[in-house]
């Protein structure tokens, strides 16, 4: 999140309407790109904090590999889809 904040403030201070060669796409796309991010990593730990709650330890345990294995948003689908497996 740090780093999106800094591109943020960096392509704040640019011209929208210039183009600039180390920049891909326009500078309204990629700030609407980046807040889009900044959103979804926000759901994620709100969810996660949520979900850390009620895990069960194997739950836990589970997530725990998967992140090691695979990296944090694959292990945080994951366990969205634990949400949908709990027994009533």
Known sequence: ?????????????LDPNAAYDFIAQPINDRLAHLDSQDKSIREACQFFDQWMRTA???Q???F????K???EPAAVT???AQVGN???
């Not at 725990?64 to 992140?67: M, N």
Request: aromatic letters at 10%; glycine letters at 10%; a neutral charge.
């Open 64 to 67: 725990f590999d998967r992140l």
């Open 69 to 71: 294995l695979y990296g």
């Open 86 to 88: 709990v027994a009533p």
């Open 56 to 58: 069960s330890e194997g």
């Open 60 to 62: 836990l345990i589970s």
């Open 1 to 13: 999140m740090t780093g999106s904040r800094v591109e943020q403030e960096l392509l704040r201070a």
């Open 78 to 80: 994951w366990a969205r």
